[in-house]
């Protein structure tokens, strides 16, 4: 979608599609409100300096509509279908790799009460479970801090994802 596709959108539709950046409701409706951005850059910019006030209760918000790393996400709608390009890593994932990662889910829900969050596009099973491995050690504010970045940079790159300039057609667009 080009940006002025996106700043044409009637206010449900942008709503929509920025929640499946972001499941923030505050975020959403600022980012929408922000309308018309001049290019991507801007959107993406305003969306960053938003998320960067992003609360605790922000990120546990937004992580009841994130899947475990190594689980499929269920359902067909749009949040789905980037969690599964975001995860493709995983379909390849050795079995021990994939079972420490399981194992690594459970205790870290167990340790903080959230799922374990990391933004698993153009990163490998095994990178990702090392940051879980590591991340399993750090405290809980740091950890929250960590994870509420993780979740920015998830965010930016479905931004991008879904939305370009018009450089490019719709059809071969992957920015």
Do not use: C
């Not at 709608?77 to 889910?105: H, L, P, W």
């Amino acid at each position: 979608m080009r940006i002025e596709e996106f700043n044409e959108l009637d206010t449900a539709s942008a709503r929509a599609l920025v929640a499946v950046w972001a499941a923030i409701p505050a975020w959403v409706d600022a980012v929408v409100a922000g309308r018309p951005y001049s290019s991507v850059d801007e959107l993406a910019s305003r969306a960053a300096d938003l998320a960067a006030g992003w609360t605790r209760a922000d990120l546990d918000a937004a992580l009841a509509h994130h899947p475990r790393i190594g689980e499929k996400p269920a359902g067909a709608g749009a949040e789905a279908a980037a969690s599964r390009r975001e995860q493709a890593s995983m379909t390849d994932a050795a079995a021990d790799v994939a079972g420490r990662i399981a194992a690594g889910n459970a205790a870290y829900e167990a340790r903080f009460g959230r799922v374990f969050l990391i933004r698993a596009a153009g990163r490998s099973a095994e990178e990702m479970l090392a940051e879980l491995e590591r991340r399993l050690r750090t405290d809980d504010e740091t950890e929250a801090a960590e994870a509420t970045g993780q979740l920015a940079e998830i965010a930016l790159l479905r931004l991008h994802a879904a939305i370009h300039d018009g450089h490019q057609d719709d059809e071969g667009a992957d920015a």
